[in-house]
């Protein structure tokens, strides 16, 4: 993790924690947005925005690669009574599609995005699936 | 020069064209799949010619598309009464023959069990406890 | 509806609107371009997908640890061993697996196969596009199906092997197979990637047809989300597998293949580079391959630790990224597969304005998408 | 017209409709056979003697199967496009002679009476492109119609060199003036804008944007289904006849052949010489970009051809015992 990087997360009050696999910055929902436009800014390069269904909120997981060498992920949390976040779209534009998937299979609505509509399901679809509480029919034989 | 970059394409073409075709002519041609090529299963039988499958039921449970179904013997559950097979749903991922812990699954080298018939694609391994291998075609 | 706002030209007569796909000769599956068309111009594109979904990335909720390795076959079915090997890293990481020296050694080995017969469907799919009749299509397959045939003698399924296990692979390649594969590797593969190149590459059509279509800059692509071959051929010298090695990459002797030019051609050339500079790797990995276990014991009801990890890996397509989250119970909380071609394809509204219909599938052929991993 | 030359007529249409029919079924298995062994394959093998049954059989699919007609296509000229394909194609034949005085009509303009039927396909293909009322077909037809007006000027300034040289436009007359020295050698630049152009008038690759299947699936005839696709085939084959023979007859020296007595047997080799060589480069090449085909012939072909016909017109005042 650059010192830059370092330094906007602190500049956003991001929680950082180091132990795990990769570097995971959390930061409130406002600041999401502001704070993926910084690091945009010290030159760090989107790889993936995701998220993670955690039962009473959706996590929001975007995986920033700083230096060729290193990762590591801007998380959020969306409690469940409003999914809705920033769309970072403007800053990363392949967010874009990123983020319609997760609204797709998520239900999070990301506020700003040119194109809020579901991108692997129909748009006459009415479900979130990667959501637990969507469950699959159990498998019989 | 303009144009050598197109007679050497047209070279290459012919001189393919001369040469021998690939083609396997599939119906006529039989080619035989490698030792351990991914087929359908079938059942090894022991020496007193009873099914090898002592119904531990690990197959089950490690099959990722519920391909197989197995009926215990009430009286002794290390005997299998029923073992079927739904082909039909197997993705041959092989996970059941590794996962077997007395080898008692094999694939066979028999790949040619098209049916207009889903119903056909089920059979049989063990039926009223018994080895039944109808499905298993032996090709000289 | 899709939401599709056409732009318009000013000054010009009305644009048309031209929808390519989903059943349409060239878009490699199951595509569908939303084409605003101005005579043959290109005025304002919109890919929609979505046709090939399956849902994978839920199924394998439901699945324990070790069966989503059958899933990840079926991502990128041209590109399986890499899924594989990137869902198997990321897990193993997650739990803390250990993988044996000659196992690693093997994925690398059959990854880089995987490379090859990777570009040779983009070889296949792109020459078929320019309206060659088929016939570099055929020589690709022939070298394809040879190695295919390495495929289901080492794995048992030429298509969806299922090979590889959390903790090594299931199964070893005798000395015998390695040699013939090193045969064929060695001697002749190179000759016939020479007629592949001649019949790409040095075809005066089709230069007259890529060069200078669809240039981008390395820092456009990067802006995009583009990886993979395609930035490479913009100058990038971006490579998962000499920017952060993993399986046994650090010890191969392979260059990156760069070109600087940008456009379609470049691309072209990248891949055909990176089909031999494959092939050099795969011999060298038989040489310096050390004998030893190819599986450690993994218990069948593993339950990796709490916590997520994304893992970064280089499929033939760009970069593949694995993230998977585990509650502690035996099945992933969530899987996620970060799809390169997802993002290349995403970058195509920008790519495609101000071509021709026909540069369409030039620049498609430039990413080389593949719809079984951008729809999951 | 006396009984007698309308019943010469008659079985010189007859005949010329049963050469057409064997040109397609032929024309079409030596495609399939050439092309599979280009591609390492076998082609057609199992109906007949190496599948020469195959074709046969396929036009009895063709002639069995439903004739589709779109809902939103104009219903009259999508019954009469093919038609205005096929009509023109095969009346071009008429004024092909195989040797000398052996033909339907051994006109004194018989270059130009080709010329001016081959001029006629355009406007079917427009019409079998826009009455489907399908984009991809309006574009097809929009890029033949586009590709056969700029390549036929090339190919007719291309022959008048060969007419130039031969004082006639009567094919026996060309032919006959090769019985020493092809034209091939006195005019190569002829030879090879003419063999481009005609490339470009039949479709063929690498000039096959209006059928490029990749791009328009299946170009103007994407919609046809049955019979009426087969009549569209029909008159590509007629083309690729027509085209072939003329390049024989005006270049390769027709029916002569050097140190050898005259005969159609030469023409007929001839001519299957260069439907091979088209099947060849298709099976080899990939299309050219629709501007760039448009710019080939505009900026290329057309000046070249122009100083071709001068140059060849100098010379035959200069040297007129050689030219």
Redesign the interface.
Known sequence: MTPEVRAVLARHGAVLDESGFDPRADVARDAWRACAADLHATGARFFDITAIDRGEAVELVLVLVDTPSTQFTLRTSCPNESLRAESLAGVFPPAEWGEREVFDLFGVVFEGNPDMTRILQPDSSTIHPLRRSFELEERTW | MFGSGLLKGLGITLRHALGRPVTELYPFEHKNPPANSRTFIAMHVNEEGAPACRACNTCIVGCPDRVLKLVKDPDDPKRAVEFVVNSGRCTYCGLCVENCPFDALYFTQDYERATRDKGALIYHLIEDGACTHEGEVDRP | MVNFPRKGVEGSTETMLLNVGPQHPSTHGVLHMMCEISGETIVSAKPVIGYLHRGIEKLAESRTWQQDIVLTDRLDYVAQFSNEWAYCRAVERLAGIEVPERAEWLRTLLVEMNRITSHLIWYAGVTMDIGALGTPFIYAWVARERIFDFYEAVTGARVMPNWMRLGGVHTDIDSAMLKEMRDFLERDFPVEVDEYEALLVGNEIVQSRMKGIGVFSAEQLVEWGVTGPALRASGSERDLRKDVPYGVYDRLDFRVCTDDVGDSLARCRVRLAEIRESARMCVQIIDGMPGGDVRAKVSRALKPPVGDVCVRTESPRGELGVLVASDGTTKPLRFRVRSPIFYNLSAMPHMLPNHLLADMLVIFGGIDTSMGEIDR | MSAAMWIHALLWLVGLLLLIAVVTVMGVWWERK?????????GP?HHGFHGLLQLPADMVKMISKEDIVPDSADPWLFQIGPLMVVVPAIAAMAALMFAPGFGLLDMNHGLFYIFAFQTLLPLGFAVIGWSCAS??TL?GALRAAAQLISYEIPMLLAALGVVVAAGSMRLTDIINAQAGVWYIFKEPLGFAIFGIAVLAEMNR??F?LPE????L?AGYQTEYSGMKFGFVQLAEYSVLFTGSYLVSALFLGGWNMPFLPASPLWLLLKIVACMTMTM?????????????LMSLSWKWLLPIALVNIMAVAALALALPGIY
């Open positions: 050439f092309i599979g062994h280009l591609q390492r394959r076998r093998l984009k991809f574009i690759t690498p096959d490029a299947e990749s791009e699936v060849w480069f298709r099976g080899t090449f990939p299309r050219l970009r629709v501007d760039s």
